[in-house]
């Protein structure tokens, strides 16, 4: 009954309650952004949800206009302390989580959920094994059980045999204990960037990052 009903009210409600704090900080955030250098506040991503249907998460942009997409060998997005494609205020809000905020809308539109699996970008329909299948059975979700256990340090199949297990032991108790987690970790700023983004250089694309 939780997992097919309870969640998703627990969700719009959530979602109704929050959204005057998420528009103060796109207030906020916004002419910042866009004075760093002129381009757009935010960064409409195509993400895989459930049942493999492709939508558009919206973030507040933390990365220069331009920015190639660097990506890890096992297919993760490169996250470290010293990429170049992050803005200074871009910085901040990452190590804040402040640029997720906005995805409360995806979340009140019924695309996301505040606790699942973080969504996908639409390659992995290029290759759906049976382990990443499991995580199209639910709405992704703000945090999840691999950000409480991770944050963005987890690497390769670790993220998707965490996402398994939160398919199948989906609860109200679950979800509780996600979410006081993961702020904790956002709050004690553990695991931000992901280890191997940190050490693996042969990664790094010699593109610069335009503006």
């Known amino acids: 009954m939780y997992k097919k009903f309870f969640k998703r009210l627990i969700d719009i409600i959530i979602g109704l309650l929050a959204l005057p704090f998420v528009l103060l900080a796109i207030i906020i955030f916004a002419p910042i952004i866009y004075f760093t250098d002129k381009g757009p506040v935010f960064y409409n991503a195509p993400r895989v949800g459930k049942d493999g249907k492709v939508f558009k998460m919206f973030k507040l942009r933390s990365m220069y206009v331009n920015a190639p997409d660097i990506r890890n060998a096992d297919g993760s997005t490169y996250n470290a302390a010293d990429d170049p494609r992050v803005t200074k205020i871009g910085r901040i809000m990452r190590k804040l989580s402040i640029d997720e905020l ?6 009140i539109l019924g695309h996301m959920s505040f606790i699942g699996p973080r969504p996908a970008t639409p390659k992995i329909l290029d290759d759906l094994t049976p382990l990443k299948q499991e995580r199209l059975k639910v709405r992704p979700g703000i945090t999840g059980y691999t950000q409480m256990m991770y944050r ?6 670790a993220r998707y045999e965490s996402d398994k297990f939160y398919v199948e032991n989906v609860s109200f108790v679950l979800d509780v204990k996600i979410l006081f987690k993961t702020v904790i970790k956002v709050i004690k700023r553990e695991n931000i960037y992901n280890t191997v983004s940190q050490t693996t250089q042969e990664e790094k694309t010699e593109e610069k990052v335009g503006k």
Request: charged content about 10%; hydrophobic content about 35%; cysteine-free.
């Open 102 to 107: 906005p995805q409360i809308l995806n979340v």
């Open 152 to 157: 963005n340090s987890a690497q390769g199949d």
